[in-house]
């Protein structure tokens, strides 16, 4: 995307300034990367906290049947279109005869380019969730690929239930690294789950819940080419690349995402 100083930030008001359309009982923001993009660092530096969720087809199946999850879809926050039969959905509502990638809000690509942008601006940043070694990959991709970046902390979380333990030792964390922004990569619905519980803690800080993003960029899970991320099959290149995982999410989770939309039509 374009430097982030070529970008006006004044048209963009607050983090509640998009508009929003609902796919089946998820209230969606309407918005491109990069305004979601410099939203997210406006807010972050200036200390405006913000709960930023990148949903796509399993998270809008998943809340339809868990009122835990749904509720945390509905919390203080925004939920932007992470795959594109989410964005296609919001652009058939929208009626606005603009590409695909105009409604779409990629979480690792939303990662990167906060990352990138964050640099000049000596945006701190905490990575939450994955494995220590895992972590370890990514703090020294961040180095390599954004030398400038400033990378508070880490922290991975036990293999444990999300309990007030579990959320008092993320929390515990985040004082002593003293980060602007912390990203989430507990998978779903976990992540979302700690996010909610987290944003009230610490009102003054960004919460970003991106998935697999720190496996991509890691190098411990194979991301897509761009091309197939543009093509729409972007769940198939994973389905493949992790059958035994995903293929639920992808087969049953794609029932479920069906139904909601279906149910919750108009």
């Known amino acids: 995307m374009d430097n982030i100083d070529d970008l006006s ?12 359309t609902k796919i089946g009982s998820v209230s969606f923001s309407v918005a491109r990367i990069d305004e979601v993009v410099e939203s997210a660092l406006k807010n972050a530096i200036s200390g405006q906290g913000q709960n930023l969720r990148f949903s796509n087809a399993y998270c809008v199946g ?142 003054s800080l960004t919460f970003a819940s991106v998935g697999a993003a720190f496996d991509f960029k890691a190098g411990t899970a194979s991301e897509a080419p761009l091309w197939i991320q543009k093509s729409g099959f972007e769940w198939f290149y994973r389905l493949i690349k992790e059958p035994r995982r995903l293929w639920k999410r992808y087969t049953i989770g794609s029932f479920y995402f069906l139904r909601s939309v279906l149910r919750t039509r108009p």
Do not use: M
């Open 9 to 20: 930030w004044s048209y963009l008001g607050d983090i509640l300034g998009f508009s929003t």
């Open 62 to 203: 998943l809340a339809d049947r868990d009122e835990l999850y749904r509720r945390a879809l509905e919390a203080p926050g925004q939920n932007f279109a992470d795959g594109l039969p989410v964005a296609w959905l919001i652009r058939r509502a929208s009626g606005r005869p603009e590409p695909l990638s105009a409604f779409r809000v990629r979480g690792p690509t939303f990662f990167e380019n906060v990352i990138a942008n964050g640099c000049k601006h000596g945006l701190r940043h905490t990575f939450v969730g994955a494995t220590s070694s895992t972590l370890d990959l990514l703090v020294e991709w961040a180095r390599e690929n954004y030398p400038n970046s400033t990378i508070a902390g880490v922290y991975a979380p036990p293999f444990a239930p999300l309990d007030g333990e579990f959320i008092e030792g993320i929390c515990n964390e985040i004082e002593k690294q003293d980060p602007q922004i912390v990203w989430l990569g507990l998978g779903t619905p976990k992540q979302d789950l700690a996010a909610e519980k987290l944003a009230l803690r610490f009102p």
